[in-house]
């Protein structure tokens, strides 16, 4: 299954910015690719900014409509006008729009260029990459990637789970599984590897779930990796419906990497004062980067009533809500992750009908699915709600 990418043509970097979040807020959501890293990925979609030079812009679309006769090209410039529309159709676009766009007008661009996808016969259905980033170490990130991708693959999607973690990635652990090869395998021969030889580089797993092992090397991968990582990333795109990235706890480029690319970045946090003050840190530093709206979920692992901090002021200090709630148990965790058998396989009802539910969001992501409210208060924090 395909996944469409789009190319920006622009010098100016908070268009980018900004373009590259109207597109991974669409439906279809739409990758952005960089084609200086990844100059074999023919985009489905160019974004050509002629704000500050419109002869250019409209040669360069000449030039790319004659090599390209199948891509789909949205010229953005300061003031429209039906003589420029005109103009620009015979230079070869396919929408003309004025910036900043609203988000609603760029959205029923990206609408009209689905339909004459699927019209054409082209790939409107896109394979998803789920990431999930915890707040600090120990909240759960793998526990919840890893049966999050069981899940999927339970209900016969191809799924893959890529353990970015360096050094102590553990998903292989989770899942009882052995392989010679990890994430480094992969990011070392990203300039030449194929579907072939990045199947033989994933482990399976019973269920059908698919991995890519975390290095075992403490200092990879590193930022230096993250342009291997998103070709990677590409790649597996190409071949499952959903890649679930445990990216750990750090931002750095190889975690870019799975954000730029992601559908879905999942935000998980634990009931306690660090994990939520790190947990909107997070999130304020993800939303300058451009990821923003639906697209961030906050999961809240470990919740256990009474919660030590009422749920009312852990949404209050995040400035988010959240958007599902795990429940804390620590002895079907520990027996799962010993006996390396997921925790969808085991007993626990409450675990698994959380899972499920975050599952069910995932298939059909225009579902609001809200978190369980509490139904007792714990000690309180008045001055906690502002703490940075």
């Given at each position: ?20 979040r ?8 739409i ?21 500050s ?14 090599s ?9 410039v ?12 015979h ?5 003309v ?11 029923d ?14 790939p ?5 990459v789920l ?5 600090k ?19 016969k999607k ?25 994430v ?38 590193t ?18 419906e ?9 931002i ?5 990497a799975?954000l ?9 946090m ?51 809500k959240?958007?599902?709630?795990v ?21 626990n ?5 959380q ?13 609001a699915?809200?978190?369980e409210?509490?139904?007792?208060t ?11």
């Amino acid at each position: 299954m395909a996944s469409l990418v789009a190319s920006l043509q622009s010098h100016d970097d908070t268009f980018k910015r900004q373009v590259a979040r109207l597109l991974r807020e669409g439906r279809p959501p739409i990758n952005v690719v960089d084609e200086r890293s990844q100059p074999d990925v023919t985009p489905d979609l160019v974004i050509m900014d002629g704000r500050s030079g419109l002869s250019a812009a409209m040669s360069a679309m000449e030039r790319l409509r004659a090599s390209t006769p199948t891509v789909s090209i949205f010229l953005v410039v300061s003031t429209v006008s039906s003589e420029l529309i005109l103009q620009s159709m015979h230079s070869g676009a396919n929408e003309v729009m004025a910036w900043p766009p609203s988000d609603g007008a760029f959205q029923d661009g990206i609408r009209r260029f689905s339909e004459r996808r699927r019209a054409s016969g082209g790939p409107v259905r896109t394979s998803s990459v789920l990431t999930f980033i915890g707040a600090k170490g120990g909240v759960g990130t793998t526990t919840l990637a890893v049966n999050c991708g069981v899940e999927l693959a339970g209900k016969k999607k191809r799924t893959v789970v890529v353990d970015l973690k360096p050094g102590l990635g553990d998903a292989a652990l989770f899942l009882g599984v052995h392989s010679r090869y990890t994430v480094l395998d992969a990011i070392e021969n990203s300039h030449r590897i194929d579907a072939s030889l990045l199947d033989g580089l994933l482990a399976k797993h019973l269920s059908g779930l698919e991995l890519l092992p975390g290095s075992d090397q403490f200092h990879r991968p590193t930022g230096a990796d993250g342009e291997a990582i998103a070709s990677v990333l590409n790649l597996l795109m190409d071949r499952c419906e959903y890649t679930v990235v445990d990216a750990g706890c750090q931002i750095n480029a190889s975690a870019l990497a799975a954000l730029n690319a992601s559908a879905i970045i999942h935000v998980v946090m634990n009931p306690d004062v660090p994990s939520i003050r790190n947990a909107r840190r997070l999130i304020e530093c993800i939303a300058e980067m451009g990821f923003t709206g639906e697209r961030v979920r906050v999961l809240l692992n470990r919740a256990c009533e009474p919660y030590p901090i009422p749920f009312n002021e852990i949404e209050d200090a995040l400035g988010s809500k959240v958007f599902l709630t795990v429940p804390s148990d620590y002895k079907s965790v520990a027996t799962a992750l010993n006996a390396g058998v997921p925790l969808t396989f085991g007993n626990n009802a409450d675990i698994a009908k959380q899972f499920g539910r975050l599952v069910r969001s995932i298939l059909n992501p225009t579902a609001a699915v809200e978190p369980e409210p509490p139904r007792k208060t714990g000690f309180r924090f008045p001055r906690f709600a502002s703490a940075r």
